[in-house]
């Protein structure tokens, strides 16, 4: 399938590579379906680029870089699913967060995507990365 | 608004498969249970409006704000580590 992003122009990909998040991301609830797509030259973050919206994506980031011990205090099992965190980005540097508190959480095998929303009182959703 | 009194113990029943009872009333502070089927989301309501302004804030990062911002990540993580 092909797709056509502003930033990145015309991406092809595999279809098998699509996660399907049925309810949507918290407030889209009709964007459905999404790719992820590593950037070398955004290292180590990535995106989270919607399919049927392709105007329309997040910069990703592995959680653990922030919260070594995520997986474990989020309640998830690595082997199972891949979280991400959503980054917000901010002109003012030190402004910059990530939302801790509502990850990505990716199904590995059944490649289905969803936002949660944690019950861990210590994550927040906005989370300077540079503190 | 649909208004309902209930008691501790009891529930309202949701569409015919979600139940929500009121478990214990302490000062200003009401507990809930929910039980619904695991397609239904059940948010705080403020965190979820929070979780949503968020997203809408996050949604269509320029690609060379990222990559600039990626460098001084990077090199904040080596000086960290």
Same mark, same amino acid.
């Given at each position: 399938m092909k797709i056509k992003n502003i930033q990145f122009g015309e991406? #092809? @990909?595999? =279809?098998e590579i699509i996660i399907q998040f049925p309810d949507g991301i918290i407030g889209f609830e009709d964007l459905r379906r999404f790719i992820i797509? #590593? =950037?070398k030259e955004c290292e180590p973050f990535r995106w989270l680029i919607c399919v049927d919206e392709p105007e329309i994506g997040f910069a990703i980031l592995e959680?653990? *870089?922030?919260?070594? =011990?995520y997986y474990e205090r989020a309640g998830f099992d690595p082997d199972v699913y891949a979280l991400f965190t959503i980054v917000t980005l901010n002109r003012d540097v030190s402004k910059t967060s990530v939302n801790l508190k509502a990850p990505i959480v990716i199904d590995?095998?059944?490649?289905l995507g969803k936002q949660v929303? *944690? #019950?861990?009182?210590? @994550?927040e959703v906005v989370h300077p990365l540079f503190v | 608004m649909l208004v309902l009194s209930r008691k501790v113990g009891e529930s309202v029943i949701i569409q015919? $498969?979600?139940? /929500?009872? /009121?478990l214990e009333i302490s000062g200003n502070q009401i507990k809930l249970g929910f039980e619904a089927p695991s397609d239904v989301l059940i948010f705080r309501q403020e965190i979820y409006e929070k979780v949503v302004s968020e997203n809408k804030n996050a949604?269509? /990062? $320029?690609r060379k704000?990222?990559?600039?911002?990626a460098k001084r990540f990077n090199v904040s993580r080596r000086t960290n580590i």
């Open positions: 991406v #092809e @990909f595999d =279809d797509i #590593e =950037d959680p653990t *870089l922030v919260v070594s =011990d590995k095998s059944k490649k929303i *944690l #019950e861990v009182p210590e @994550f | 015919g $498969n979600i139940k /929500v009872t /009121v949604l269509a /990062v $320029n704000s990222l990559k600039d911002f």
